[in-house]
């Protein structure tokens, strides 16, 4: 047993798509957040800074000597995931793997669809990943930038958010029978990105899958929570204001939340 909370990060506000799915499968854990939504979107930026912001929010949830971590963000996985797991000696947990396996069980055609931020795309890691697993596998990705900002200035459900998946999807449609949303950010904006591709094609959010493992890893190394322990204190933190992490949050998670701001 090990009742230390389990930390997960994020360029903002997408890693709480992982979170709720936390709650939902273990909800005795007691979770800390950290979101850097002064410094987001990552995806557009060299994988230099991207390396250094997040190993200034790692740094970060060390301090609140965390028993884990989960990088909730694919950008950050991409980049500087296999050099954290190799530094530090509690388990880390990026979200490309479980997605790509995800993504193989469901495809009926073996052809899968990734979008995902320039720099996930850029680095290719999806289709290694399913190529490694699934050589026949054919992968299409496709690069969507104007995303994660529509999600974290909260216009998910405008209009404006409509056109810009719509337009941004087309390339895809048709083309895949299951598509693989490679940004944590991505999944709040679901409904219309179903809409856009179609009913029948399966949507795989790679956070969500992720938390499949660490149940498998919580159990392996022995650190779930007791359940006789009191019940967790979950603490979100932003770099950024609190109003606006703290309705996006709210409205996500369904609850009222302890909503900090930090500084890295
Ligand atoms: N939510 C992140 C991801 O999964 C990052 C989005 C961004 O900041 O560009 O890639």
Redesign the pocket.
Known sequence: MDNRPIGFL???V??LTVVRELMRQLPHEEIVYIGDSAR?????RPAEQIREYTWQLVNFLLTKDVKMIVM?????TAVVWEEVKQELNIPVLG?VLPGSSAAIKSTTSDRIGVI??P??VKSDIYRQKIMDLAPQMQVTTLACPKF?PLVESNQMNSSVAKKIVYETLAPLVGKVDTLIL????YPLLRGIIQNVMGSSVKLIDSGAETIRDVSVLLNYFQLNRSREAALGHHRFYTTAGIDSFKEIAENWLGQDLNVEHTKL
């Open positions: 994020d360029s903002g997408g890693g987001a979107p990552y995806g557009p909730a963000c694919n950008t950050a979200v995902g931020t720099m996930t994660t490679g940004c944590t950010h």
